[in-house]
């Protein structure tokens, strides 16, 4: 039984974001070099002008929007929160397991409060299509994105609730 004060998280790896930042990180410094070599030639430095903008500031600002709303899943006593789309009460989750696919998934016994949330990007037909493939769940989750096998987060998840 866990402590129900802990909310149970599901965090992203951070890895591949490393990996990502670190891709960044090079291209910039050559969009730089490009630059400093450069500085009279109009052709390269809007190229090196381009890279550090897309590399160095998009990417920067890509990395730390994931690193902040890495967090997947989070239940607690409320429910499950959903990144992106809010919180799912305990007593408005039908079924927590895994698909056929080996995906952690979730089936709602009201799947429109998902559908009307205007920031959750979700559409009835995709959530029908998704009950369709994974075994009647209406979301699902990989090990990417949960950071752990979706069997142990299911199992996790059904003692998390009440």
Do not use: H, K
């Amino acid at each position: 039984m866990s402590d129900d004060s802990t909310p149970l998280r599901f965090v992203t790896p951070r890895g591949r974001l490393i990996a990502l930042a670190v891709v960044c990180l090079l291209v910039t410094v050559l969009g730089v070099l490009i630059v400093v070599l450069n500085p009279d030639q109009i052709i390269p430095l809007l190229l090196g002008v381009a890279v550090i903008g897309i590399f160095g500031l998009g990417g920067g600002i890509s990395i730390v929007r994931q690193l902040i709303g890495s967090t997947v899943l989070r239940a607690d006593a409320d429910g499950v929160r959903l990144a992106g789309l809010g919180v799912v009460p305990w007593t408005d989750i039908d079924r927590i397991g895994t698909t056929p696919q080996g995906e952690l998934g979730l089936r709602f016994r009201r799947p429109d409060a998902l559908v009307t949330n205007p920031r959750s990007g979700i559409d009835p037909a995709d959530m029908r299509a998704t009950r369709s493939v994974s075994g009647g769940y209406d979301l699902t989750f990989s090990e990417r994105e949960l950071g752990t096998p979706p069997g142990d987060a299911a199992r996790a998840l059904r003692a998390r609730r009440p």
